[in-house]
């Protein structure tokens, strides 16, 4: 029996899912619901591998970081204990192809929240999908239930 028709099945079964009829935003959405999961396997099949995950700190210094390292603290997590709420997102796509998704946060674990501020992530779609190419976040300083009122007001003029 010629080995590539036993091999093309058994890379077919693989590979990362397709996500069908998907859009950047919902790509967004379903990477929150992995971590509220507590899945770090669902947050690495949303991402390219080594996909980048940095954070621009208040005083401008960029923490470099990747998805894999969030997502094995995510793996640590019970299902429920961080919740990442997104609201007011916007998505630019000049292309079929490539888009920028704009996700104000707030953050909370165990219920407390713990911060806020502005996720952006760049996605790609190939054969596989869209997949998640790099995120970076923003925090703020400012009062979080402050912040969403603020952000949701001024996502609704728009």
């Known amino acids: ?11 077919l ?21 992995a971590m ?4 770090g396997d669902a947050i690495r099949a949303l991402v390219l591998p ?8 208040p005083d401008g210094t960029i923490g470099q970081g990747t998805f ?10 019970e299902s429920g204990a961080a919740d990442e709420q997104i609201f007011s997102v916007q998505t630019l796509s000049l292309s079929a192809e490539l888009a ?3 996700a104000p946060f707030v953050v909370s674990l165990n219920g407390d929240v713990k911060g806020c501020g502005v996720n952006q992530f760049t996605l790609a779609k ?17 009062d979080c239930g402050a912040y969403r009122a603020r952000m949701e007001a001024d996502h609704a003029v728009q």
Not at 36 to 39: E, I, K, L, S
Not at 50 to 57: K, P, V, W
């Open 1 to 11: 029996m010629n080995m590539k028709w036993i091999a093309l099945p058994i890379a």
């Open 36 to 39: 509220r999961a507590g899945d």
């Open 50 to 57: 080594d996909a980048r995950l940095d954070r621009l700190q």
């Open 126 to 142: 190939s054969n596989d999908g869209w997949r998640i190419l790099y995120g970076i976040d923003m925090p703020t300083k400012e």
């Open 100 to 102: 920028t998704v704009w």
């Open 68 to 77: 894999e390292q969030w997502a094995s603290w995510v793996d640590t997590l």
């Open 13 to 33: 079964a693989l590979a990362s899912p397709v996500y069908a009829g998907e859009t950047p935003h919902t790509i967004v959405v379903k990477l929150f619901d």
